[in-house]
C-alpha cells in the first residue's frame, strides 16, 4: 500500500514526535487529540502546511496508515468504522497507575496491542514505538546502513502490514527487529530488557529472547 497520510490519535509526546518525523519523512499528517483541534494550533503551526489539526474521526478517516498513541484506558473511544481496512500502529503501554487495573494484563493472558485489535476487528494493527522514549525518537535516527543504528521491534499478525511499518520506521530513521504476532508483544512491554535502551538489532534480539512474562497471580 501506499501512504501519503499519517494520522494520529493522540498528540502527547509520542504522538507530536512520530508528526515531526512524518513531515520531515515527506508526509501530510491529521493531528487529533481529546480536547479538539483548537488545542492543537501551536503544534500545526511548528509542523508547518503538510500538517492539519482535526477531530479524533477525521484523523481516523483521513490517514491511510493511522497511529493511537493515547492513554491505554482510552482506546475504547477510538472509532472504529473510519479505520476499518486500514493499518493501525499501536504505541501504547499498561500503566495501572494511570489506566486502572484491567485484570487480563495483569494476568499476563493477552497484550496491550491485542485489546486494541479487538476493539478494531476491521483493522490491522501492528505494535510499534512503545518502548523508546519520546525525545529520542527524533534524535537518534540514522540513515539506512550506518554501523549501530538503533532498531525498534513492532508485533502484528499481517506480514504485508508489518512491511509498511518496517518501512516507515527505516525512512524515520531506526532498524526493525519482528516480534512475530501481536501475542509475542509482551516481550518489549514495561520491565521488560528492551523497554528503554537505546538497542542495536542483535542487542535488541537478545533482550527480547531474555524478556520473562510475570507469572499469573495466585487467587
Known sequence: MSVKTMGLIGAGHIGSQLARLAVRAGYDVVVANSRGPETLQDLVRE???????????EAAAAGDLVVVTIP???????????????????????YPERDGHIPELDREETTTAQLLQRHL???????AFNHI???????????????????LAIAGGDAAAKQVVTQLI???????VDLGPLSESWRIQR????????????????DLAAAQRPPAPRH
Open 191 to 206: 520491565d521488560t530488557p528492551g523497554y528503554g535502551p537505546r538497542r542495536t538489532t542483535d542487542e535488541l534480539r537478545r
Open 133 to 151: 522514549y519520546a525525545a529520542e525518537l527524533t534524535t537518534h535516527g540514522q540513515p539506512t546502513g550506518s554501523p549501530n543504528r538503533r532498531a
Open 170 to 176: 527505516d525512512q524515520f530513521g531506526f532498524d526493525t
Open 47 to 57: 509542523l508547518g502546511p503538510r500538517a492539519r489539526a482535526g477531530t479524533v474521526g
Open 121 to 127: 476487528p476491521g483493522s490491522t494493527v501492528v505494535k
Open 72 to 94: 491505554l484506558k482510552n482506546i475504547g473511544d477510538v472509532p472504529v468504522a473510519p479505520l476499518a481496512g486500514k493499518i493501525v500502529i499501536d504505541t501504547n503501554n499498561y
